[in-house]
């Protein structure tokens, strides 16, 4: 009689010791994947890094890091001004395809791009067993309510009006979309307003004291230009922001390490620099020859390098994948003053800046390293976007992509493997976003911008005048460019290439629809570690 109550008994113990291992399977899984890093930087172009060809000044711990893995001449942000670029990040696909245009959120502006249900990079490394964080901008939009319950519009007096308790948690912040730990600003942190830090969802102190911009220093009498004016919060920081989001973001790998070493983290840091305005921290204040903004950049540089050093120090530099790019081109004035004072040309020699449509808004660094399984020494010309960290990330991660996910993300893991034949494009085609939302594709060398001008800057009027570039077909109606014989983007052959233009506009229609368009391939399966074999040493 005592025999039969146990047969249940062992059913539950089998069941729950299939549990354990299933559990301690996942576990081991997860800790064989590695921590992912990516250092978001702001308007820094492509000519910025001295690994890039800058000479009027150095930046080492980034050429060293470049050195070390894998440096993309090719690689774009999705669009030509940051919002829209921050939401390509996460999301693997273009602002366009939310049904909006691209904006720059200020004030409570809003809400994000982010739409609930969809998921972000951080929600499918987070399912996989990683710990997320974004510490510095985030920038995608946010929701914040009056004591009424109103959604606020933009505008920095809407700042005034929002209801704190009512509008946090947020429901549409990094808590929201992802992330398990943030730091992070609304907006611009030093340029727009609305000047409070939220973390994890929250709002420590809200924005009671009004921001003048003589309060802050002006470096050369020039440097301090696009800091507006507006609510901020008590304490808030402006010239050492950047310092303080490094600070923050070593602090959450030490936590981590100590409290959650059996799982790996996927950080965001997402920097000011080299955004408007140029405020380099005290430490970093001539420690260049070119000025305010040759500072600013080194000051990313070492920041990007303590963050490096705390890897090494944890033991963790192997078994981390560390991605550095930017969000956009140079800012105008930037680009200017520094072609001026210092001969130094942040576009790199492309034409176009911030905003345009033209390469110089849109071609970015792109620097990958992961000591354990990305061989050093190694630059490619393959075609890349900052949307395809998304399908990268999750390749690398075990994850097979949905074909409503990331529809504008490409797995480069065959590029960083280095099994990818330069002369094999693994993305057969790209689009970008400018500033009006017109669209740029590229297909190889050719790029066809449906649109006349820059899509961006105005260049009809000084200062930007004397850097418009030619125009050799100013009455068509857009442009069509051979990169591989015009890299300057010089001679438009909208007329002369007439069926290559329509084969690429036929492309683009198809790419763009709002009901089916993707420019990713559909059935995507990840690769895993596999397709990244450890390398021998």
């Known amino acids: 009689m005592m025999i039969e109550p146990l047969a249940p008994m062992t059913a539950v113990l089998r069941l729950m010791v299939s549990l354990f291992v299933a559990l301690f399977v996942a576990a081991l899984r997860a800790q064989e994947l590695p921590n992912i890093v990516v250092v978001y930087a702001d308007d820094l172009g492509w000519g910025d890094l001295s690994c890039y060809g800058a000479t009027a000044y150095a930046t080492p711990r980034l050429d060293r890091l470049a050195a070390q893995g894998l440096r993309f001449t090719d690689a774009h942000s999705p669009c030509t001004i940051c919002s829209p670029s921050r939401y390509g990040l996460y999301s693997g696909q273009l602002v366009c395809r939310t049904g909006r245009r691209p904006v720059a959120f200020e004030g409570a502006h809003g809400p994000s791009y982010l739409e609930p249900g969809k998921p972000t990079i951080a929600d499918v490394l987070r399912a996989k067993g990683y710990r997320t964080a974004v510490i510095g901008k985030w920038h995608v939009g946010l929701s914040w309510v009056d004591e009424s319950g109103a959604r606020l519009a933009g505008g920095f007096e809407s700042a005034t009006r929002i209801d704190y308790e009512k509008s946090t948690p947020l429901i549409d912040g990094p808590q929201a979309r992802g992330f398990d730990v943030s730091f992070v600003t609304p907006n611009c942190p030093t340029t727009d307003p609305l000047y409070v830090y939220l973390e994890n969802g929250l709002v420590p102190v809200g924005a009671t004291t009004r921001h003048r911009a003589e309060t802050l220093p002006n470096p050369g009498g020039k440097w301090r230009w696009d800091n507006d004016e507006g609510w901020m919060a008590e304490g808030y920081r402006f010239v050492d922001a950047d310092v303080m989001f490094c600070e923050r973001a070593i602090t959450f790998v030490r936590e981590h390490r100590e409290r959650h070493a059996e799982q790996p983290f996927f950080l965001v840091l997402a920097t000011q620099i080299a955004h408007a305005p140029v405020l380099p921290a005290k430490p970093y204040e001539g420690a260049t020859k070119a000025g305010p903004r040759g500072d600013f950049v080194f000051e990313l540089d070492a920041l990007t390098g303590r963050l490096l050093d705390t890897l090494t120090e944890l033991g963790i530099d192997d078994d981390t994948l560390v991605v550095v790019t930017s ?127 820059s899509g961006g800057n105005r260049y009809d009027k000084a200062p930007l005048l004397r850097h418009a570039g030619t125009e050799s077909e100013p009455e068509a109606p857009g442009q069509l460019y051979d990169l591989a014989a015009d890299p300057g983007e010089t001679r438009n052959l909208w007329f002369e290439e007439e069926t290559r233009r329509s084969e690429l506009e036929a492309l683009l229609a198809t790419l763009t629809r709002p009901d089916t368009g993707r420019s990713a391939p559909r059935d995507r399966k990840a690769r895993g570690l596999a397709a990244l074999p450890l390398r021998v040493r």
């Open 327 to 453: 969000d956009n081109g140079p800012e105008t004035m930037h680009t200017v003053w520094m072609r001026g004072d210092h001969g130094h040309d942040p576009a790199g020699g492309w034409r176009g800046m911030k905003r345009d449509g033209w390469e110089g808004g849109h071609r970015v660094p792109m620097l990958v390293r992961w000591p354990k399984r990305i061989a050093p020494g190694r630059v490619t010309a393959q075609l890349a976007n900052t949307t395809d960290l998304f399908a990268t990330f999750a390749s690398i991660a075990g994850v097979d992509l949905e074909d409503d996910v990331a529809v504008d993300s490409f797995d480069l893991v065959p590029v960083l493997a280095g099994t990818q034949a330069e002369d094999e494009p693994l993305r057969p085609h790209m689009l970008t976003q400018s500033f009006r939302g017109e669209f740029q594709l590229r297909r190889g060398a050719w790029k066809l911008l449906a649109h006349q001008g």
